[in-house]
């Protein structure tokens, strides 16, 4: 029987990951005959991470550089991720008032994907974690704490608003190992969301840029100066340049690359789909390396141990950890990686399924 659902996710974001992962999660429900529905909740932190400095807040050179930003690539890119959003998806948008009181209708919540339960991230908003009482059932589909690090108040606090929730999806090991150890609560490990669809649907969603007929992608979201680098030297190794996503958020262009600025959603599908390789530093620039079946360097970062589990967690699941090492060109055995894939994949569906029922 047809459900209406209600997707919670990061919204409103000019991130390529944050915005695939719910139009993948939408597509994915959609799939199983549900109606499925993004409520736009802008979560305050996250609404100010995106928020440009307005011109009269302008203090310093600084303030000066990141308001050129913003008018010149981050306003650009929310148009265009506004856009690529409104013409895929269905949306609820919702208020600072009740919350379950716009959720009329609904009858089932599903919360995720992404970093939702990041709290250093989400500045505590404690929504994505669905307080209060309802008679809409409540699920999550690969959300992600981001970390394992919270104190035992905030432990006890998850503990209780989980344990309303019919059935615990996550997207790491880690996540899973929290959940089951300190909070004693029953949860699976499921994949991403972008790694639901096969490359035929997102390649359907991919819109053409102006690029070489061979060249190395570099993506990066964090470290991008040691992905621009190890991009170049083995692009020097395949005798082609480099073209290098820029991120929104930066505008200081990259030297040696072609600098690809303001990408649309779909514009990315399609710099992924025809690259002769990949180097990222980003969890989703991986997975869609992996779904266009491209030979790709994902660059770790020594710092921030907790960030990479995401990733060796799913390498290490397909069998595509030959991808981790920076040292040399990566040579995957896609037969062996589709093959796992297309299991993990039956099954994070079949729990997303059930989970909707």
């Keep these: ?55 009269s807040e302008i ?10 930003l913003g008018k010149l690539i981050k306003e650009p890119s929310q148009k265009k991720f506004l856009a690529f959003a409104q013409k895929n998806m269905s949306r609820r948008l919702m208020d600072d008032k009740d919350f379950y009181s716009q959720c009329s209708g609904l009858d089932v919540i599903v919360v995720g994907s992404d970093q939702v339960w990041n709290l250093n991230l989400t500045g505590h908003d404690w ?20 970390n394992t ?27 899973v190992e929290l959940c089951e150890n300190k909070l004693q609560i029953s949860a699976a490990q499921v994949l991403d969301p972008t790694l639901l669809l096969d490359a035929s649907t997102w390649t359907a969603k991919a819109a053409p840029v102006k690029v070489p ?35 929104p958020y930066s505008i200081k262009p990259t030297f040696g690359v072609k600098n690809v600025m303001a990408a649309s959603p779909e514009q990315f599908l399609y710099l992924f789909k025809h690259a002769s390789y990949v180097v990222t ?28 589990s995401r990733l060796t967690s799913l390498l290490e699941t397909i069998g595509a950890t030959d991808a981790l090492d920076s040292s ?18 039956a099954k994070s569906l079949k729990f997303l399924s059930d989970a909707l029922s």
């Design 127 to 146: 929504q994505f974690f669905l307080p209060g009482k309802t008679d809409i059932r409540k699920t999550s589909y690969a959300a992600s704490f981001g």
């Design 328 to 345: 040399r060109i990566s040579n995957l055995n896609y037969s062996q990686i589709n093959e796992a894939l297309k299991k993990e994949r």
């Design 213 to 247: 007929k061979k060249y190395v992608l570099a993506y990066a979201v964090g470290m991008e100066k040691q992905v621009a680098e190890r991009a170049k030297e083995i692009a020097k190794k395949m005798e082609c340049p480099v073209v290098l996503i820029r991120s």
């Design 281 to 308: 530093s980003s969890f989703h620039g991986s997975c869609f390396s992996l779904i266009m079946n491209k030979n790709f360097t994902s660059v770790l970062n020594d710092g921030k141990k907790n960030r990479n």
């Design 1 to 55: 029987m047809s459900k209406k659902i209600g997707i919670l996710t990061f919204v409103n974001t000019v991130n390529f990951g944050a915005e695939l992962q719910c139009f993948a999660l939408y597509k994915a429900i959609s799939d199983f005959g549900h109606e499925p529905e993004v409520l736009v909740y802008e979560s305050p932190q996250i609404k100010k991470n995106e928020s440009s400095r307005r011109f």
């Design 59 to 68: 203090r310093s050179v600084k303030n000066l550089c990141g308001w050129v």
């Design 149 to 175: 690090n919270f104190t035992q108040e905030e432990c006890e606090k998850m503990r209780a608003l989980l344990k309303d929730f019919a059935a615990v999806g996550i997207r790491e090991k880690t996540g």
